[in-house]
Nanobody, 115 residues
Framework: QVQVVQSGGGLVQPGGSLRLSCAAS????????MGWYRQAPGNQRELLGT???????NYADSVKGRFTISRDNANNTVYLQMNSLKPEDTAVYYC?????????WGKGTQVTVSS
């Protein structure tokens, strides 16, 4: 079965950095585009950015210049490097991966930015 496993969440101080990882595996087909989302309590899920299999990225204005998405196609892993973190970045962060015309979601990981 397809698995999307996330890691790297935790507590960080304002201005700090954190890197999230998302590893996809188990598909009969190759993985294409992958994306990062977040959801804070009481808010809708927000698209942060996407990356194609070729490495082309798009970012939401809210994180542009602070967050960077990259991927390692050999391991079907996508990364979210988060810098200059703010308290308003506190949320559950989710990744997803497309394969064979379907989208698979990770379980999410909590990121808390607080002093």
């Amino acid at each position: 079965q397809v698995q999307v496993v996330q890691s790297g969440g935790g507590l960080v101080q304002p201005g700090g950095s954190l890197r999230l990882s998302c590893a996809a595996s188990g598909s009969m087909f190759s993985f294409g585009a992958m994306g990062w989302y977040r959801q804070a309590p009481g808010n809708q899920r927000e698209l942060l950015g996407t990356i194609t299999s070729g490495g082309r990225t798009n970012y939401a204005d809210s994180v542009k210049g602070r967050f960077t998405i990259s991927r390692d196609n050999a391991n079907n892993t996508v990364y979210l490097q988060m810098n200059s973190l703010k308290p308003e970045d506190t949320a559950v962060y989710y990744c997803n991966a497309g394969s064979g015309g379907r989208v698979y979601w990770g379980k999410g990981t909590q990121v808390t930015v607080s002093s």
